[in-house]
């Protein structure tokens, strides 16, 4: 079965700083995706970022990127710039394979903080 | 984008009672919808995926008598917390998958579009 695993339960950043959250998962598959989504006191899932497993540049989108290290099965998220409403718990996610039926496993989450 | 909706966004029961929680895709048509349960400062537990026109599929642990699900169209999914009871006091999310995204902006069949969530309380 596959696992993910954040071990960040909290994070804080200073506004317009950079923060790093990680996030590491188990598979035996070769064929997967991962997913960042972001859940804010709405309790609203948005997705932030995804990468697909064979795709070996990093995914980027606007201040949200990700360094994805298959081999050591990591796949961490840098907020640049942060600013408050990046505030929110943030969720690791892997699905199996190119099928988006296939459900989606969810690391345990990290809580990130954004002082003014 | 995909939008989905839930309905109702909070609710509130006595023990025993049944409750219906509706999922609908607004703006796009559903292959698959999923429903997870969310505790308090948890993570998203997957409770079944369903397809339109068949039976759901639970996970391990989750009693299919107890969350009756039911996919009747490409829009719409519903979830019946049966007999609930206070342990079942929970945050319930769907998500669909889009079935066709052709020529849609910023709409992909490769993603899961989330609802907002339904907080159910049981007294």
Redesign the interface.
């Given at each position: 079965a596959q696992t993910v695993t954040q071990s960040q339960p909290e994070m804080s950043v200073q506004e317009a700083e950079t923060v790093t959250l990680s996030c590491t998962y188990d598979t035996s598959e070769s064929d997967y995706y991962l997913f960042w989504y972001k859940q804010p006191p709405s309790r609203q899932m948005i997705l932030v970022i995804r990468q697909e497993a064979y795709k070996q540049q990093n995914a980027t989108e606007n201040r949200f990127s990700v360094n994805f290290q298959k081999a050591a099965k990591s796949f961490s998220l840098k907020i640049s710039d942060s600013q408050l409403g990046d505030a929110a718990m943030y969720f690791c996610a892997y699905r199996r394979g190119w099928n988006a039926g296939n459900m989606l496993t969810f690391g345990g989450g990290t809580r990130l903080m954004v002082k003014p | 984008g995909a939008v989905v909706s839930q309905h109702p966004s909070w609710v509130i029961c006595k023990s025993g009672t049944s409750v219906k929680i509706e999922c609908r895709s607004l703006d796009f048509q559903a292959?698959?919808m999923?429903w997870y349960r969310?505790f308090p400062k948890?993570?998203?537990?997957?409770m079944a995926?369903s397809?339109e026109g068949s039976k759901a599929t639970y996970e391990q642990g989750v009693e299919k008598d107890k969350f009756l699900i039911n996919h009747a169209s490409l829009t719409l999914s519903t979830l019946t917390v049966t007999s609930a009871h206070p342990e079942d006091s929970s945050?319930y999310?769907c998500?669909a998958?889009?079935k066709n995204g052709r020529g849609r902006a910023r709409i992909s069949?490769?993603?899961?579009?989330?609802g907002?969530?339904t907080r159910l309380t049981v007294l």
């Amino acid at each position: 079965a596959q696992t993910v695993t954040q071990s960040q339960p909290e994070m804080s950043v200073q506004e317009a700083e950079t923060v790093t959250l990680s996030c590491t998962y188990d598979t035996s598959e070769s064929d997967y995706y991962l997913f960042w989504y972001k859940q804010p006191p709405s309790r609203q899932m948005i997705l932030v970022i995804r990468q697909e497993a064979y795709k070996q540049q990093n995914a980027t989108e606007n201040r949200f990127s990700v360094n994805f290290q298959k081999a050591a099965k990591s796949f961490s998220l840098k907020i640049s710039d942060s600013q408050l409403g990046d505030a929110a718990m943030y969720f690791c996610a892997y699905r199996r394979g190119w099928n988006a039926g296939n459900m989606l496993t969810f690391g345990g989450g990290t809580r990130l903080m954004v002082k003014p | 984008g995909a939008v989905v909706s839930q309905h109702p966004s909070w609710v509130i029961c006595k023990s025993g009672t049944s409750v219906k929680i509706e999922c609908r895709s607004l703006d796009f048509q559903a292959t698959t919808m999923f429903w997870y349960r969310q505790f308090p400062k948890q993570s998203l537990m997957l409770m079944a995926t369903s397809n339109e026109g068949s039976k759901a599929t639970y996970e391990q642990g989750v009693e299919k008598d107890k969350f009756l699900i039911n996919h009747a169209s490409l829009t719409l999914s519903t979830l019946t917390v049966t007999s609930a009871h206070p342990e079942d006091s929970s945050f319930y999310i769907c998500s669909a998958r889009v079935k066709n995204g052709r020529g849609r902006a910023r709409i992909s069949t490769d993603t899961q579009y989330f609802g907002p969530g339904t907080r159910l309380t049981v007294l």
